[in-house]
């Protein structure tokens, strides 16, 4: 066993009870201890040999997500990136040993936690109809009011957006991470298991402070972005 390659899924401290192993993408997971820390493995899985199926490619990386996801609830892992995997058994074990600190540092970071993803998304402004039965005049005023209430309204988005986002980084600081975009801006959010009623309230209440934005909240996941 110590001679073929282990995909690794994911770190975690040794836990001292059984865990229930998913299945893998094409066999059994098998569970590494170190010292403190311990390894989601699956042995076998050559990447090279898929790196040209797409298919195969994308059913491989939604396996990877599912088991990080199906572990994730029953005890906290680091999760790793897709593709992770070492030559052996006595390679991964030394690398868990040199590393075990910092990956200790991390799992006390993350300890009971989920991530959750807030998209913000906004509003379009309205078009200005079509001109039917109106003289030029008339028309000509119609579109000078419709511009200066494009510019109202994207004034108001931009304020909410701002208050927005200071609200969030004052509530969550160092478990908030922002990403703004053109099209929408995506907040990460580090919060414990057990207040996730207390970030629904949270979400409702800017949504009634944030008007001209759509907010939609994912589902608990692994903190991803927080490793």
């Not at 892992?77 to 590393?99: K, M």
């Not at 600081?173 to 009623?197: C, M």
Request: net charge negative; with cysteine; hydrophobic share 35%.
């Amino acid at each position: 066993m110590r001679s073929q390659n282990f995909y690794t899924y994911a770190f975690l401290n040794t836990p001292d009870f059984p865990l229930n192993l998913p299945d893998g993408n094409l066999g059994k997971l098998l569970l590494i201890n170190g010292k403190n820390i311990s390894a989601v493995v699956e042995p076998g899985i050559s990447l090279e040999l898929s790196q040209n199926n797409d298919e195969q490619v994308i059913k491989m990386v939604l396996a990877h997500d599912r088991i990080i996801c199906d572990l994730s609830r029953q005890i906290t892992v680091l999760p790793l990136r897709f593709g992770t995997y070492f030559l052996s058994e006595d390679t991964l074990l030394n690398h868990i040993e040199s590393h075990a600190q910092e990956y200790q540092d991390k799992l006390n970071n993350i300890q009971g936690k989920n991530e959750y993803t807030l998209k913000v998304i906004p509003q379009k402004v309205e078009e200005l109809p079509k001109a039917s039965g109106v003289n030029g005049r008339d028309y000509f005023l119609a579109k000078k009011q419709h511009y200066e209430q494009q510019k109202s309204f994207l004034a108001a988005q931009n304020e909410e957006k701002s208050h927005l986002i200071n609200l969030i980084t004052e509530t969550y600081q160092s478990s908030a991470i922002v990403q703004d975009h053109a099209e929408e801006v995506r907040l990460h959010l580090l919060v414990d298991r057990q207040n996730k009623a207390l970030l629904l309230k949270q979400v409702l209440s800017l949504q009634e402070k944030c008007p001209h934005w759509n907010l939609i909240l994912g589902e608990p996941l692994p903190p991803y972005h927080f490793i």
